[in-house]
């Protein structure tokens, strides 16, 4: 299950993420990408019961026009990654992911992690920057004997329970 939702920030603005639930898993994707109203959420009466419209649906708040960009581009990504997950599903993922920045992807990661021990990411990133001197490294290029000289140069340049 996909499913766009909104979180509200201190200043009043709303920061849209992709929710997605699959195999028991709960993972947020966080698009920065802003709107100013909350239009995840169906329209509530004073006694805060919803409002639903003439076929029995949830009303839902329109979106304003200053919004309605931001909101297209979140709700295309919704889309894709929706979409993504029912090939994966079904079988009919065909995409090779050896090509792909390991580096890149791994920064991405550590900028997207929202927990408190966030600054363990950002040390192993570090340290894997400088095993690899600061150059980028392809999927297809991690294999077993890789792992082993990255854990070989943790232990050599790290102590206690880091590497």
């Not at 304003?64 to 960009?69: E, I, N």
């Not at 408190?116 to 400088?130: I, M, V, W």
């Amino acid at each position: 299950m996909v499913e766009l939702r909104a979180k509200k920030l201190s200043g009043g603005k709303f920061h849209l993420f992709v929710d997605v639930y699959e195999n028991g898993q709960r993972r947020k994707k966080y698009l920065k990408i802003y709107v100013s109203e909350d239009y995840t959420r169906p329209i509530r009466d004073a006694k805060g019961n919803m409002l639903y419209d003439k076929k029995g649906r949830p009303e839902q708040h329109k979106i304003l026009t200053k919004d309605k960009a931001n909101w297209d581009t979140a709700e295309k990504v919704k889309t894709e990654i929706e979409s993504q997950l029912n090939k994966n599903k079904y079988g009919f993922d065909s995409t090779d992911y050896s090509a792909t920045n390991f580096t890149k992807y791994f920064e991405e990661l550590v900028v997207a992690y929202q927990k408190k021990d966030f600054r363990k990411g950002e040390a192993c990133l570090k340290l894997f920057k400088s095993f690899n001197n600061g150059r980028d490294v392809l999927c297809r290029e991690i294999d077993e004997d890789y792992v082993i000289d990255f854990r070989d140069h943790l232990v050599s340049n790290t102590n206690g329970d880091t590497p």
